[in-house]
């Protein structure tokens, strides 16, 4: 138990703002952004689901319990990037992920609870959650020093 809690301790991971395609943290390597369901998978299931709802029961139902259907079977991938993530084996996923690190960012900019990102490729902007807002932020200050601007 005590070993667990020092390992979390080391492992430092704030989540960001996740999207119904993909998972974003912080962690030490960089902002770490996993996919949990691809387009290709989105429209495969979509489109399957309907098909076999209409040969069962010659029913059209539309897009909204389908939707249901995916949020269902992204939760499952996404509790287990969560896992992953907690138990400190994020590296060993077998999902696409993109990483920025933490020297490719040129400045970043925390204001009202966003994160704006400034890379030489392009600009991104994450939501920081409330309830890690304070430590994100502390955490990232360590990270990029001065090229982190915190506005009130």
Not at 3 to 13: D, G, K, N, P, Q
Not at 58 to 87: C, D, E, M, N, Q
Not at 137 to 142: I, R
């Amino acid at each position: 138990m005590a070993r667990e809690a020092r390992l979390r301790s080391r492992l430092l991971l704030y989540p960001l703002n996740a999207t119904f395609f993909w998972e974003r943290l912080i962690s030490d390597e960089g902002i770490v952004s996993i996919r949990v369901l691809s387009a290709v998978a989105f429209w495969s299931i979509l489109i399957a689901a309907e098909a076999i709802l209409f040969v069962l029961f010659r029913l059209l139902i539309g897009f909204i319990p389908i939707v249901i259907l995916l949020w269902a079977y992204t939760r499952g991938a996404r509790s287990g990037v969560k896992r992953a993530a907690a138990s400190g084996t994020l590296g060993q996923l077998a999902r696409p992920r993109t990483v920025i690190k933490w020297d490719e960012i040129a400045s970043a900019k925390v204001k009202k609870g966003s994160l704006e990102v400034v890379t030489s490729r392009r600009k991104q902007k994450f939501v920081i959650p409330k309830a890690s807002r304070d430590n994100a932020v502390s955490f990232l200050s360590g990270k990029l020093g001065p090229k982190l601007t915190v506005a009130s």
